[in-house]
């Protein structure tokens, strides 16, 4: 089970960090990443991370704002969101496949979002 956490209400060039944590079973061999849906939007992806962190992707909107990162034992992962936009709103879902699978969007388990919303 993936539990995703950390949403909330910031204005326009604020920063969040959301968490993704795993439990039930051991995600240590899994790539696991976020992808988000606005209103109105289809879910896109967002970054992924692979099982020993010495992968990291992100989609281009997010570079160079966006850090993943994830624990050793790889139980939690983290989704450093800095300079955020309007754009950014969305609900944001975390998830977990092989790698690189998931960059694809080619999801084996995804957990409930968590709600990002930007203010202008």
């Known amino acids: 089970q993936l539990q995703a956490s950390g949403g909330g209400l910031v204005q326009a060039g604020g920063s969040l960090r959301l968490s993704c944590a795993a439990s039930g079973r051991t995600f240590s061999s899994y790539a696991t990443g976020w992808f988000r849906e606005a209103p109105g939007k289809e879910r896109e992806f967002v970054s992924a991370?692979?099982?020993?962190?010495?992968?990291?992707f992100y989609a281009d909107s997010m570079k160079g704002r966006f850090t993943i990162s994830r624990t050793n034992a790889g139980t939690t992962v983290y989704l450093q969101m800095n300079g955020l936009k309007p754009e950014d709103t969305a609900v944001y879902y975390c998830?977990?496949?092989?790698?690189?699978?998931?960059?694809?969007?080619?999801?084996?388990?995804w957990g409930k979002g968590t709600l990002v919303t930007v203010s202008s």
């Open positions: 998830a977990a496949a092989r790698w690189p699978s998931l960059v694809r969007g080619e999801v084996d388990y």
């Open positions: 991370i692979n099982w020993s962190g010495s992968n990291r």
